[in-house]
């Protein structure tokens, strides 16, 4: 085995090590783990895909366009009384 040193972020530090004592295993252990996860996952032969935002179908609106306008407005009215 290799030994290396690493840096990292505090945060990222502290979220690893209650992750892995959560796990009861050893910071090494879950680096090793991390490393093998994103390796095998992008594996050397697939080409490197730029990462994009995920997008999701949320199941359209379920308030009338027209509907939203007369809250809007209203919001509006509302605040313009209060100023």
């Given at each position: 085995?290799?030994?290396?040193?690493?840096?990292?972020?505090?945060?990222?530090?502290?979220?690893?090590?209650?992750?892995a004592e959560a796990?009861?295993?050893?910071?090494?252990?879950?680096?090793?783990?991390?490393?093998?996860?994103?390796?095998?996952?992008?594996?050397?032969?697939?080409?490197?895909?730029?990462?994009?935002?995920?997008?999701?179908?949320?199941?359209?609106?379920?308030?009338?366009?027209?509907?939203?306008?007369?809250?809007?407005?209203?919001?509006?009215?509302?605040?313009?009384?209060?100023?």
């Amino acid at each position: 085995m290799v030994r290396i040193q690493i840096q990292m972020p505090d945060l990222l530090f502290q979220r690893a090590k209650r992750f892995a004592e959560a796990r009861e295993m050893s910071l090494a252990e879950l680096t090793r783990c991390g490393l093998e996860l994103l390796l095998d996952r992008w594996s050397e032969q697939q080409p490197q895909a730029l990462w994009t935002l995920p997008s999701f179908d949320s199941g359209g609106m379920l308030v009338a366009l027209e509907k939203l306008r007369e809250i809007s407005s209203d919001e509006e009215s509302l605040r313009s009384v209060h100023e």
